[in-house]
């Protein structure tokens, strides 16, 4: 039987470009004869029966807009069993035939749960600055991400050059160090310190010192979360390197600001694939990004495994510090 009735909900941390995909999924599944409706706060508002039928005007001017029209929750209780099957319960009492979810590993692991185990067919999409999720090239706001840290760290190096201090970046990242490589890259920061690779701070004082001495009035280092706090990191090298550090913290302020030209193209295409796929019958997967080409990659493949880091960028970003 054809699907006619679909549901979409953003879960877990939010990323600039969620509001193209949903817009994407709204007006793509309604010229395509479906009803659409919103569940608004994840996981946990579908607990709570937050669903609202959605149409045309509902996600009118949304694309530019950072966050999820939609809103997000974290909802732990989601890993418990007996919860995903009240879940299911009420998507069946709303006749939601399909469910497309936005959202992290955790909230693609919830919808690979009710997809496997309570019978409710769903497609997920990727949505995570950290880019840490398998199976895709890209996920939706690592690029609006990126050009956030970019365009911080090079203000810092005004700063920095004029009071010839070295800056400790800490961005976000936990058990991933994407944001960190990547931004190191970018602006030419003289280090990045990732969850993946350990830190010799010993080495890291050497060519900091070194490069003083060749004149360089500035630097900045880069230090993902999960690896060490930006406290631990300048207490390492202040008393080795003998002059000043700062220490910045960005934040969530990573995860906010209007979606990239880059992020509302690609969210808007994996929207769209999503509801192509349902249109399929062609559930259980995640719909990714693969040497730019939409792919329909299925939940075992990418549940459970860890994104490795590119060694040859980490290489790159040591070699032109």
Known sequence: MAVKRIAVLTSGGDSPGMNAAVRAIVRYGIKSDLE???IFRGYAGLLDEDIHKLEFRDVSGIMEKGGTFLRTARCPEFKVT??????????KKHEIEALVVIGGDGSLHGAAFLDADHGIPTIGIPGSIDNDIFGTDMCI???TCLNTTMEAVQKLKDTASSHERAF???VMGRENGYIALMTAIITGSEAAIIPEVPVDYDKLSDRLLEERKRGKINSIIIVAEGAASAYTVSRHLEHKIGYETRITILGHVQRGGSPSAFDRSLSTRMGLHAVQAILDGDFG???GLQANTMARVPYEEILGRKKPINMELYKLS???S
């Open 82 to 91: 007996n919860v995903r099957d009240e879940a299911a319960q009420i998507l």
């Open 36 to 38: 659409v409706y919103g």
């Open 168 to 170: 400790i970046v800490e």
């Open 141 to 143: 706001g690592v690029d």
């Open 318 to 320: 040591y070699i032109l």
């Open 285 to 287: 997967k995640m719909i």
